[in-house]
Each structure stands twice: as structure tokens, then as C-alpha cells.
């Protein structure tokens, strides 16, 4: 049983979420403390249009500031009971700011610890690291496997990504460190934990004889997005058949002359066709994988506007993020 | 054990002949190039046209390409070689399953694993057995005995996880129950890796077999071999010898690979 009248954590950065469930079936945000340099703001909940009704929270990840200092350190703990469902946001990219020496870095962790059948979208702003800033976080979701079915497991739909600074001062991925790291793990009725997924990406400019800007061959931004569960299903599923159907690399572009008439009927083919368009003007790469029962998707674009409309125009167009989030579970993408 | 016993092991290893089908791969390079090749149309990518460019720009991705398979590889077959277990195997099996997010990229793990699983009970586990002499040799070589057979029958579960047979640890392994040492067990797996690549990039015409030999044998390559594995050896002694450190350094290899899928002909399976 937990503690109705938990005190907030005293150390720095630290923060809890917790969304309970009040039978027979309201959720409701029992905990959400936080500690300085770290903010958390709620604002009401809202409520589903579909036949579901079911309430979606939302809480705004903020740092004072707009970003994390060299030194500053963030430690979010997320506990989603059944069936609840959660929207993180950020407001505006998350600005990482120089670091004095390597051995200064800023960190943040977040753990999520996901009951059966809850649900989290984790759809944020980039992060957005500076000349010379050293930084390091982590993404932890801890995925209950229910004793009866393994269908009815917790969904995940959470991006990670990271921008190459402010291209305006001339920064073009001028950082000295940067890791990122998103790890899924079963944890199983006996107490087992198994890894399910992990995506863990390291940039040091220590690493290789060249800088981290040859590294990343004209991207100004790299991301990630991980679906996972039965919310997210249809979703991956999109992703993977649009994937798919990518045009050939190499091979002619019979797609090209749209005057030939025989698309009219089929709207969607359009649809796909104006967004292969748009995708090659902003020049996005992309690839979608389904493992292990989840969709990683990584993409990568020249510009941070052209990444954030195919990411929007995707997940508008399949619709089941709003469906089962809510309008709001896109604002950072807007 | 004896140098010439390890001189023998490290030659087989290192033999390009080794049947492990590594020349059906080229680790992206194919994608690579198509996504630069295309470039006149896109912007987004300078073209390399002429012949110095285009060796440059290959330069560049080997060095990236041997610098990833380091940062994401190397830790698994160094915990494998110092914890020569069956159970540890299983799990830096799933765990190395579970860090490859390219479909590319896993099936060429898996198939040259697979071989190499192959090999070991077909050739080079009776040779191991009568010349290994001490224990860490002997666990690996049980270790890789029964994971051989586990593989045989493994089914997926209720989430679709089972046995695959991944390369970089099994490469560990075999290389500790042959007796080589922790850095030539790493040495070898890179440079094998950068023969692999180097051989696709005289297929796909990038370079002429002279240039391709003349990188081989230089000055730069040893040194990112050497660089590379010691950065991947410091991490040794920690909890799990750094598995769970072990990080994508390269994030668009992934993108390259898996856009390889897009190809609209293509002579590799990766």
C-alpha cells in the first residue's frame, strides 16, 4: 500500500509521477512532485471523444531555464497503474548548455514502470545540445507481463531525438558528448526481468579521427521512435507497410507523372504519393523494423522542420495516437 | 598453450575462406553508395564522381563502418570470451537480439553466426578439444556445444523471443575455447570485418584490387584496428563488461542498412 501523504523527494531534479487507478475505473494523478532544477505541470485532464471515454493525463516535463546547465542532474520515476494512460510533453526542445570540462555532465533519467494495459506517449521536442555541452540520458520502461495473457501488456509510443544545436551560431553537432539511451524490459509475474529492446547511441568527439559533423553526413537532426503494445500495433504496422512501399532506390521513378490518371482511384495512393514528395524535399531517411514485438523507427533529415512535419504528417495520417491520446499528444510536434 | 598452436588458430580465423558467407555481405556499403550515388538528384548528399573522391569518401566509411561494429559488437564478444557459459550466451544473445534494431544488420549477424556455429561443430571443435588446455577453453567450448544444440530446437515464446545465434559473441567464444588471447580475439573480428567490407568495395567497383590491398596493408587501417580495440578493452571489469555500454557510434549505419531493403537491384545481402 502507498503512502497517501508521500513527501516529495528532497534531492535536486528529482521527481515522481505516480497515476493510480480509483475503482472501479478512475485514474487519477496521486503523485507529482519534483525538485529544482526539474518542474512538472498537470493540467486537467481530458477526456476521450471515442466510445471508450477513457480520461488521458498529461503532465509537462519543464526545466528551469528551458534546458539542463552542465552539472544538473534529472531523475523522473513514472509509475503508470492499470489502464491508466499518460501523455509527457516537453516545451520547446530541451537546450543543453556548455559544459566547462568532459568530466561535467548533465544527466537525465527517466524510468517508467508500466502496469498491464496502461499506455504512455512520450512524443517530446528534441534535445538541442550547445557547443561544448556534455550529456548523457536515459529512457528506462519497465513493461509488466500480466500473469493470464501476454497480449494485454502496457503500450509505448515514445520518440527520442536530438537536434545538431543551433545552426544560427554556427553550431552543426559541436558538442563533446552526447548518449542517449532506451531500454524496454519484460518483467515477469516470478520477478524475472528480460531486455527487450535497447537503443543506445553514443556521440563523443573523442571517438574517431574525424568530428561528429562527418559523422552524420548533412543530418541536422536523428531520432528514434519505439511503438510498442497493443495501442501502438496498428501504428508499427503503418510504418512498416509504408516502409515498404517506398520507392525504389536506383530505379525509375514511375510515380513521378501524376497526370497519368489511374491513381484517382485510390486516395490513399495519393496520400502516400504527396508524402514520398514532401519527404524527398526535406530529404528524410527513414526505415521502420519490426522486432520482438515492437516498431523502431530511426529517421534522419537535413533540417529539424522536416523532420518534425513527416513525424506529424505520419502519425496524423494513421490517426491512432489522437484516437487513443487525444489531440494534445502531438503538441510538441506541431 | 603454445604460440604455434595460437598462430594456427588465428590464421584460420582471420582466412577469408573461412565459410562463414561473409562475402554476401557488405555492411551498408551498397546502401551507401546508393544514397550518395543518387546525389545529383539530391541535394542533400554531395556526389563523389571521380576516382580519388570516391576512394576518400569510402575511406571515411570504413573507418565509421569498423568504428561501429567496434562500439556495438566488441563488448559482447568480450564478455562472452570471459564468461564462457551456456547461460551467459543465452543472454548476450537476447541482449545483442534486442540491440539491433535494423533487420539488416540482425540477419547478417544471425547468418554469419549460424555458420560459424556450423564450423565449430563440424571442424574446429574436435582440434579445440585435444589441444585446449585450460578451463576457460574447456567451459567455452562446452558452452558453445550446448547452445548448438539449444538452437537446433529453440522455438520463439509467447513473445516471440528464442534462441538466434548472433555473430559477435559466438565469435568470442570460439576464439576463447581456440586459445587466442582477448585482443586478438578482437583484432581478428575487425579486421575480418573490414576484409569483408574491403572485398564488397572492389566488387561493387569502388576500388581496384591493388587500392583495396594497399588499405588492407597500411599504416591507417592498423591503427583504427589497434584504436578500437583498446577503446573497447578499457571497459573490461566492470559489472558485465560493458554490454549494456555497448552503443550505436554511427547512427545513420542504421539508416544505410536499412534503407538497404530500398534497393532497387542489389548484388548484397547487407
Not at chain 1, 95 to 122: D, G, H, M
Not at chain 2, 190 to 205: D, E, G, I
Amino acid at each position: 500500500m502507498s503512502n497517501p501523504f508521500l513527501t516529495p523527494p528532497a534531492k535536486p531534479g528529482h521527481g515522481i509521477i505516480h497515476l493510480a487507478l480509483l475503482p472501479p475505473s478512475t485514474p487519477r494523478l496521486r503523485t507529482a512532485s519534483y525538485q529544482y532544477p526539474l518542474k512538472l505541470v498537470s493540467p486537467s485532464p481530458t477526456r476521450l471523444e471515442d466510445e471508450t471515454r477513457c480520461l488521458v493525463h498529461t503532465i509537462y516535463i519543464l526545466t528551469y531555464g528551458g534546458g539542463l546547465v552542465a552539472g544538473d542532474s534529472i531523475d523522473l520515476t513514472v509509475t503508470l497503474e492499470h489502464t491508466t494512460r499518460l501523455i509527457l510533453l516537453t516545451q520547446g526542445s530541451t537546450k543543453l548548455f556548455k559544459s566547462p570540462s568532459r568530466e561535467l555532465v548533465s544527466k537525465q533519467r527517466i524510468t517508467v514502470n508500466l502496469a498491464p494495459e496502461s499506455a504512455l506517449c512520450y512524443l517530446s521536442d528534441p534535445v538541442q545540445p550547445f557547443e561544448h555541452s556534455c550529456f548523457e540520458q536515459s529512457q528506462i520502461y519497465n513493461v509488466t507481463v500480466p500473469s493470464f495473457s501476454a497480449e494485454h501488456t502496457a503500450s509505448l509510443c515514445v520518440l527520442d531525438w536530438v537536434s545538431s544545436g543551433r545552426p544560427a551560431n554556427g553550431e552543426n553537432w559541436s558538442f563533446r558528448h552526447y548518449g542517449s539511451r532506451n531500454e524496454i524490459y519484460l518483467c515477469f509475474p516470478d520477478g524475472k526481468h528480460r531486455l527487450l529492446l535497447r537503443d543506445n547511441i553514443m556521440l563523443d568527439d573523442q571517438h574517431l579521427e574525424g568530428s561528429i559533423t562527418d559523422r552524420m553526413h548533412g543530418l541536422a537532426v536523428f531520432g528514434t521512435l519505439v511503438l510498442y503494445g497493443p495501442l501502438c500495433k496498428a501504428l508499427g504496422q503503418f510504418f512498416v507497410d509504408e516502409f515498404k512501399a517506398l520507392p525504389r532506390l536506383g530505379g525509375r521513378k514511375w510515380d513521378s507523372g501524376s497526370e497519368s490518371g489511374d491513381e484517382e482511384a485510390d486516395a490513399a495512393m495519393i496520400k502516400r504519393f504527396a508524402r514520398h514528395r514532401q519527404g524527398t524535399i526535406d530529404g528524410v531517411l527513414w526505415s521502420a523494423v519490426p522486432l520482438r514485438g515492437c516498431v523502431v523507427v530511426k529517421f534522419g533529415a537535413p533540417t529539424l522542420e522536416g523532420a518534425r512535419r513527416w513525424v506529424r504528417d505520419m502519425l496524423l495520417h494513421e490517426g491512432s495516437v489522437v484516437k487513443n491520446f487525444g489531440e494534445r499528444a502531438l503538441l510538441c510536434l506541431r | 598453450m603454445s604460440t604455434a598452436l595460437n598462430l594456427h588458430a588465428l590464421l584460420l580465423l582471420s582466412d577469408s575462406a573461412l565459410p562463414l558467407g561473409s562475402f554476401a555481405f557488405s555492411s551498408g556499403l551498397e546502401s551507401y553508395l546508393a544514397h550518395t550515388k543518387s546525389s545529383s538528384s539530391n541535394k542533400h548528399f554531395p556526389a563523389a564522381t571521380t576516382n580519388s573522391s570516391k576512394a576518400a569518401a569510402f575511406e571515411v566509411f570504413l573507418e565509421q563502418s569498423i568504428s561501429n561494429v567496434a562500439s556495438t559488437a566488441i563488448p559482447y564478444l568480450l564478455n562472452a570470451y570471459h564468461h564462457p557459459s551456456y547461460e551467459n550466451l543465452g543472454a548476450l544473445d537476447n541482449d545483442f537480439d534486442a540491440s539491433t534494431p535494423c533487420t539488416v544488420a540482425r540477419r547478417a549477424s544471425i547468418t554469419q553466426g549460424r555458420a560459424l556455429l556450423m564450423v565449430w561443430e563440424r571442424a574446429l571443435r574436435p582440434t579445440s578439444q585435444s589441444q585446449s588446455a585450460d578451463s576457460g577453453g574447456r567451459k567455452a567450448s562446452e558452452a558453445l556445444s550446448t547452445f548448438a544444440t539449444a538452437l537446433k530446437i529453440s522455438k520463439p515464446d509467447a513473445h516471440g523471443l528464442g534462441l538466434n545465434g548472433h555473430f559477435a559473441p559466438l565469435f568470442g567464444l570460439v576464439c576463447r575455447a581456440l586459445g587466442l588471447s582477448e585482443a586478438e580475439a578482437s583484432y581478428v573480428f575487425l579486421l575480418s570485418h573490414s576484409k569483408t567490407v574491403l572485398s564488397a568495395a572492389v566488387r561493387a567497383s569502388v576500388l581496384g584490387p591493388y587500392q583495396s590491398q594497399a588499405i588492407l596493408a597500411g599504416t591507417k587501417l592498423q591503427g583504427w584496428l589497434k584504436g578500437y580495440v583498446a577503446r573497447e578493452g578499457r571497459d573490461e571489469g566492470c559489472m558485465r563488461g560493458g554490454v549494456e555500454e555497448a552503443a550505436v557510434t554511427i547512427p545513420v549505419m542504421d539508416l544505410w542498412m536499412g534503407r538497404h531493403e530500398l534497393l532497387y537491384s542489389r548484388i548484397f545481402n547487407s
